[in-house]
């Protein structure tokens, strides 16, 4: 698939290194620049772009990017990408460390996932936002071995969730439906399923016993 990734931190980075070894066809940005990203693109053959250019005829585009930074995004991103674009999310909001306050997920009860579709003016699909970025290139492992981990998956579009849980399978880890964006608080920042190493059975689990209360260290 041609797959444009939009940030090329850790996540970021190490998808476009699994993407690339995958045989995708993978453009990917960062807000410093293309000649920023030569160190990556000699490692895995990617092709360094902007942001704007990154999600140009596209099957797939993932946004990781700090939350804050979501805004600044070029308007009508997605314009130039393919019929049924799936939009991947792996954002965070961290209030304290890094984003600063956002209202209309402190007061407005906006899931991350549902401010980020706002802003992106697309629906997206969540996942790898509870992931060590670490494990992406440690952990793969082929469907139905006993150890192979699971991540959970929510998406109000149904079609695009299906070509990110397969893009996931082939990655190397299982996936767990969690629902619609209105449900993704189950896999935000201090819930039990976030960080968690396991496999269907736990993750599954972990997503039911969270609270929708968000905690007191991780509000503004």
Do not use: C
């Amino acid at each position: 698939m041609k797959i444009g990734i939009i940030g090329a931190g850790n996540i970021g980075g190490n998808l476009t290194r699994r993407l690339t070894a995958l045989g995708h066809e993978v453009s990917v940005a960062n807000s410093r620049g293309p000649e920023s990203l030569q160190a990556l693109v000699e490692e895995t053959g990617a092709k360094a772009v902007t942001a704007a250019e990154a999600a140009r005829g596209a099957q797939v585009v993932v946004v990781t990017v700090p939350l804050k930074n979501v805004p600044g995004l070029p308007a009508g991103l997605f314009d130039g990408a393919a019929e049924g674009l799936a939009v991947i999310d792996t954002g965070n909001y961290y209030p304290k460390e890094r984003d600063g306050r956002i209202d209309a997920i402190e007061d407005g009860g906006l899931t991350e996932s549902r401010w980020t579709e706002q802003h992106l003016g697309h629906r997206v699909v969540k996942v790898f936002n509870g992931t060590y970025a670490q494990d992406l290139l440690d952990r793969p492992l082929p469907a139905g071995d006993p150890e192979r981990l699971a991540v959970p998956v929510s998406s109000d579009d149904e079609a695009a969730k299906a070509v990110v849980r397969a893009l996931v399978d082939e990655l190397g880890f299982d996936t767990v439906d969690a629902g619609g964006i209105d449900e993704s608080w189950r896999q935000q920042p201090a819930t039990p399923v976030y960080g968690l190493r396991a496999g269907v059975a736990a993750v599954t689990r972990a997503l039911a016993e969270a609270s929708p209360e968000r905690p007191e260290a991780h509000r503004a």
